[in-house]
């Protein structure tokens, strides 16, 4: 049984269990049989049960009734389509003589429409031929229709560094392991109840009464591995072949069955069922990642001025990672050669009024930029990071990977304190006010109050207890200026990379400002009762600086914590 | 903020002096000699201790003590709020950990002293506005906590006003941004001190000697921890925190310091406790005994020595 075979009878093995289940199809999809990565796209209209409008007839051979045939690679199994869900995948087209990856999770073979029934041509070859007719018994004739048709989808290989080498069916996936072979869709101009209809669909087409004579999309696909090689020599087609009799029909003698007729296997190729429709040739290359870089996402800034935490952090080591390049694909790759290369791809929340850049090793770098991978296909080097929040962005070039010049994706570092919030101020939030830089835009660093979720329930109790210990003339609602940026680190208030602000670098800093807003206005801070609040009853820290205004600072043993979480 | 000025104290103090400021700049607070001494009593009746203490600010300090932080962090969790404990303010305090050894706080005057204890389980007082700011060579006592858990050392941080400060700091203009602007908390003086523990058995010494060891619990100790201790050079007193048990019968009770008799200086009580701050002159020995009642009815006398060797 040839492998064709084999598939139709699977399919209708499905079809069965399926019409066992009496269960309609969810709308719009139909996959063939479990296992199977075949999935086709109904109408809307078939699909609802509704009396859809008939195909028939076409008055021609309708050879082209497949639309936007297209290689397909998918990344991920999330690319791949799911019509259930109305996705039609995010695969990468392949264009003639182009390349899918082995790292791949599938390639394949997605469609648009297509559409079955028409006529039967007089020349089976040519698809401008007019339509065959028949004499009738009592005169007249009658025009002969394409009662069967059906898509052969295949693709295979042919190593082409090996003289006479034999065709090889790699896809598709059967429900047995392999038995990797064509995946086909017929129609039938009319079932045993009388209606037009895919394969697929009979039993929900002749259950409910419906034509289907079009499908809005398909797709099918096979997963590369490891056994395959990176090379030329890979082909995507599709057949197609059409049929006069019905399967219940006895072919006369002499006649043949299907149309064109099918080109028997010879020892090293396949058989060609039919015509090919759509041809397409491709390459498989190395994995995506065949060469890679990857290291520690996120790494804390460097603060190396007096945090005044003298016990727990007197200032703040920077955090480190280690960066491997790999060159591995299915087997190590040794000795590969290659370059680092390092651009910023994000400035954390700094959006200085004059548009520049940090210093990139500010904001992290590497021991080296250069290097070969060792014999398992590995080199590592350190990512320090700089005492400027932002994200570099790395990637490693070889000019010769199995004799191609590679890339690898990017590997982002972000310099941050990442677990900084901004909670802003609640309309319950009576006793505070955010002040300084609040516009959001055309400033440095637009966002300022970003703090650990310790300072914002400080600043929030200090407030309190303002409330309540002060005289009732000096209370008023506190105004909260600088905490830190989005991600911390570096807070340089003139937008020139250099310090200022010097302890409002990890989120655990707020300045205060000189005056309450009360009831009849702004009136200068009780400093010694909010001195007392800060250092006797939430144990914080309080500092004075220049001009009557104030710096708080979360108590020491809070920090601890602070430093379990964003050091890294 | 509007654009910052970034001045080194340095910079700052040459700047005065420049302009024939004289004052040096931010002074020392140093308050390093700074105690507190506390008498401990014991309600039988209540079953609580009360913790009766003085801060003692010696003539050698540099600025006024504003008040104290003591620690309670303890080992099991407690209902904060106890109700058997008296308190004389109004008790904010909410946020401290479960853990925290409940007490009552009992200030010299409501209206002026703020006490409570801190979201980090540390008890805390001092003065509105530095009312009361103790100065150097002064004492401020009556304050008292009151407690279920008997004495241990804890550790005490007094934390010293920072006013001397204030006036060189708000003479700078508007904007200006100290790189290391100084830190009260710099000269924070950290000792121990007398206050409730939540002890374990293995917390005690028993001071040794006597048998069966039920005995030996009759008199219980904190401080010391060995019944030979080698004190500092140059320490003139020492202060010995002693447990009673709950059996003892207090009229049997002996103290002799080096041979005097000091049995008035304690306060003997079943399940009570006293702190008892006895000189050091020379090598000093103190012996405590006390009789009490075993668990099989009958009595036992629990004497032991501490030698004290400077």
């Known amino acids: 049984m040839s492998k064709p075979l084999v598939v139709a009878v699977l399919a209708v093995c499905a079809i069965a269990s399926i019409a066992a289940a009496d269960e309609k199809p969810d709308r719009g999809t139909f996959k063939t049989r479990p296992g199977s990565t075949t999935q086709y796209q109904v109408p809307k209209a078939q699909a609802e049960g509704e009396a859809a409008q008939s195909g028939r007839p076409h008055m021609a051979p309708n050879y082209a009734a497949v639309q936007q045939p297209q290689l397909m690679r998918y990344r991920s199994e999330s690319d791949y389509p799911d019509y259930n869900r109305g996705f039609n995948g995010s695969g990468l087209a392949v264009a003639e003589n182009g390349i899918a990856r082995r790292s791949d999770w599938a390639i394949g073979i997605q469609t648009g429409t297509i559409r079955g029934g028409g006529c039967f041509p007089s020349n089976v070859n040519d698809d401008s031929s007019p339509c065959l007719t028949e004499a009738v018994a009592g005169g007249g004739t009658r025009t002969i229709y394409k009662e069967r048709e059906r898509w052969i989808f295949r693709i295979s290989y042919i190593d082409p560094s090996v003289s006479n080498a034999a065709e090889r069916n790699i896809g598709f996936p059967g429900i047995f392991a392999g038995l990797e072979g064509d995946d086909m869709l017929d129609y039938v101009r009319t079932t045993e109840r009388g209606h037009s209809c895919f394969g697929f669909y009979i039993y929900y087409c002749d259950t409910y009464g419906i034509d289907l004579d079009y499908i809005t999309g398909s797709v099918r696909a096979f997963k590369p591995d490891c056994t395959m090689k990176t090379a030329a020599g890979y082909k995507a087609q599709i057949f197609y072949q059409f049929s006069r009799y019905k399967s219940t029909d006895t072919i006369p003698p002499g006649a043949t069955e299907w149309e064109p007729a099918t080109i028997p296997a010879t020892t090293t190729r396949l058989e060609q069922p039919g015509r090919v429709i759509w041809t397409r040739n491709f390459q498989l290359g190395v994995g995506e990642n065949a060469l890679s870089i990857s290291g520690a996402g996120i790494v804390n800034p460097s603060v190396e001025s007096n945090t005044a935490y003298n016990t727990v952090a007197p200032t703040i080591a920077a955090g480190t990672s280690t960066v491997t390049v790999s060159s591995f694909d299915c087997v190590a790759i040794p000795n590969v050669a290659f370059t680092i290369t390092r651009e910023l791809l994000d400035k954390a929340g700094h959006d200085h009024v004059a548009a520049n850049d940090p210093p990139l090793d500010e904001v992290n770098s590497l021991a080296s930029y250069s290097g070969t991978t060792d014999s398992t296909g590995r080199w590592t080097t350190t990512l320090t990071a700089g005492r400027i929040a932002g994200s570099n962005s790395y990637k490693a070039t070889a000019p010769n990977l199995l004799g191609q010049p590679f890339t690898t994706s990017a590997y982002v570092a972000t310099t941050g304190f990442t677990g900084m919030i901004d909670p802003g101020v609640g309309t319950l939030d009576t006793d505070i006010r955010y002040t300084g830089n609040t516009e959001g835009s055309g400033l440095n660093h637009p966002g300022n109050h970003y703090g650990s979720p310790e300072l914002h329930q400080f600043v929030r109790e200090m407030a309190t207890m303002y409330q309540i210990e002060a005289d009732p003339a000096d209370r008023g609602s506190l105004g909260l200026n600088d905490m830190s940026i989005i991600l911390g680190g570096l807070f340089d208030i003139d937008g020139n990379w250099s310090p200022s602000h010097f302890r409002h670098r990890f989120g655990t800093d707020c300045d205060i400002d000189r005056r309450v807003l009360g009831p009849s206005g702004l009136v200068f801070l009780d400093q010694d009762t909010l001195q007392n609040i800060v250092e006797m009853n939430l144990d914080g820290i309080f500092l004075h600086e220049g001009g009557n205004r104030m710096h708080v600072q979360v108590p020491e043993y809070m920090v601890g914590d602070i430093l379990l979480r964003e050091a890294r | ?310």
């Open chain 2, 1 to 310: 903020m509007n654009r910052t000025l970034k001045i080194h104290c340095l910079a700052i103090a040459v700047a005065l002096i420049a302009g024939g400021a004289v004052a040096q700049q931010f002074p020392p607070l140093t308050i390093s000699g700074t105690s507190l001494t506390c008498a401990v009593s014991y309600d039988s009746a209540r079953q609580v201790y009360r913790y009766a203490y003085t801060i003692n600010a010696p003539s050698t300090n540099l600025a006024p003590v504003v008040g104290f932080h003591l620690d309670l962090a303890g080992k099991s969790a407690r209902t904060q709020l106890d109700p058997t404990l008296q308190n004389n303010i109004v008790r904010r305090d909410n946020k401290q950990p479960a853990t925290t050894i409940p007490v009552g706080i009992i200030v010299p005057d409501p209206g002026i002293w703020r006490a409570g204890i801190t979201p980090g389980g540390q008890f805390y007082i001092y003065s509105r506005k530095g009312l009361m700011d103790v100065p150097a060579g002064a004492a401020q006592g009556g304050i008292v906590i009151e407690s279920h858990q008997p004495p241990g050392l804890r550790t005490v941080r007094f934390h010293p006003s920072t006013r001397a400060w204030n006036t060189i700091i708000d003479a700078l203009p508007l904007g200006t941004e100290l790189e290391n602007p100084p830190n009260g908390r710099d000269y924070i003086a950290t000792t121990t001190a007398i206050g409730p523990a939540d002890l374990t058995d293995a917390d005690f010494y028993s001071g040794g000697g006597q048998q069966p060891a039920e005995v030996n619990k009759f008199l219980r100790y904190t401080a010391p921890l060995d019944n030979r201790v080698k004190l500092p050079a140059g320490t003139t007193s020492y202060t010995v925190v002693v447990l009673y048990g709950t059996t003892i019968v207090p009229s049997t009770f002996q103290a002799t310091l080096s041979g005097v008799d000091i049995t008035s200086q304690f306060h003997p009580a079943p399940g009570g406790a006293d702190a008892v701050t006895i000189p050091i002159n020379g090598t000093t020995k103190l012996h405590l005994s006390v009789d009490g009642t075993k668990s099989s009815g009958g009595k036992g006398t629990d004497s032991d020595t501490l030698t004290f060797l400077p």
